[in-house]
């Protein structure tokens, strides 16, 4: 239902947004353009370590999968963040990949391991040898479809901004997305946090996705380095999430690690 509403606000919003697409390469980016991307997601969520293609991380309750470490949860999970992992296969399968069986299904099923204990004591399994042969080989595939999910991004951050903050919003992702460099900061921060428009996704009725850091930009007068505010922007929604954050998640220990990563987001490529 979610990602049904979802892309209705795309449609609705294309037409909202299509005046103000101009002057961003968003959409007009090179299949070399599209792999640095891809390597800088994946060695942001991975190191760059094809062994870190499938990984359960301590104090999460879903499974982390491929270059963007796509979010899949087992069944009967409480899912605070959105799924991705289903929605790559989808992309992938319309791309012509060739699925596993047990994962091209309707609906799509959920993670067959129910917690991270169950997954490190899980043993050799078939299941789990076809999902890395399918992260490793469809890398490209994964780095398309992280590009086009910032292509789809600015129409859902538009329709779910408040009224009167959409032309700053459209804005500043221009702003941001005017160079290939702030591209790969837009992509991987979307891909790290999410667009900030879900629900669940918040603390304290606060989000802390690209949508609350594009909103917590100042003006290119006050900051005309667009990707310099950019930054001090993230770091800012970051801190804010940690402190809302429920006590019994300890989120002050990932702070540093997160700080550190969107700072490399000046660093040159």
């Known amino acids: 239902m979610l990602l049904k509403t979802l892309l209705a606000a795309f449609i609705f919003a294309a037409g909202i947004t299509a005046a103000h697409a ?11 353009e599209i792999r640095l991307i891809g390597e800088r ?8 370590k094809d062994g870190n293609l499938v990984t359960w991380n301590e104090g999460e309750d879903f499974l982390s999968l491929g270059i963007g470490h796509f979010i899949w949860y087992p069944a009967g999970g409480d899912k605070t963040f959105l799924e991705s992992f289903g929605r790559f296969i989808e992309y992938a399968k ?11 299904k309707e ?11 169950d997954f490190l004591n899980a043993g050799p399994d078939p299941r789990l040898s076809e999902l890395k042969d399918l992260l ?49 900061a837009l992509a991987d921060y979307l891909n790290f946090k ?14 802390w996705g690209l949508l609350q850091v594009l909103e917590g930009m100042r003006d290119e007068n006050e900051a005309p380095d667009a990707l310099s ?12 999430r940690v402190k809302n954050s429920p006590p019994g998640r300890n989120e002050q220990k990932w702070l540093p690690g997160w700080k550190k990563r969107v700072n490399k987001y000046l660093d040159q490529l």
Do not use: H, M
Request: charged content about 25%; some cysteine; glycine content about 10%.
């Open 194 to 207: 999410g667009l900030g428009i879900a629900r669940s996704e918040s603390y304290q009725g606060k989000g």
């Open 22 to 32: 101009q002057g961003t390469l968003v959409g007009k980016l090179t299949p070399e």
């Open 94 to 104: 319309a791309d012509g990949e060739k699925i596993p069986l047990w994962l091209d």
């Open 136 to 184: 490793k080989n469809t890398k490209s595939v994964q780095a398309e479809f992280i590009a086009k999910q910032l292509e789809d991004s600015l129409p859902l951050l538009i329709e779910s901004a408040p009224e009167g903050t959409r032309d700053k919003i459209t804005l500043q992702f221009n702003r941001v997305a005017s160079t290939f460099q702030g591209i790969c």
């Open 41 to 48: 997601v994946f060695e942001n969520e991975c190191g760059a």
């Open 107 to 117: 609906p799509f099923p959920p993670c067959p391991w129910s917690s991270r204990g």
């Open 229 to 240: 505010e950019f930054t001090r922007a993230a770091k800012i929604v970051l801190e804010e």
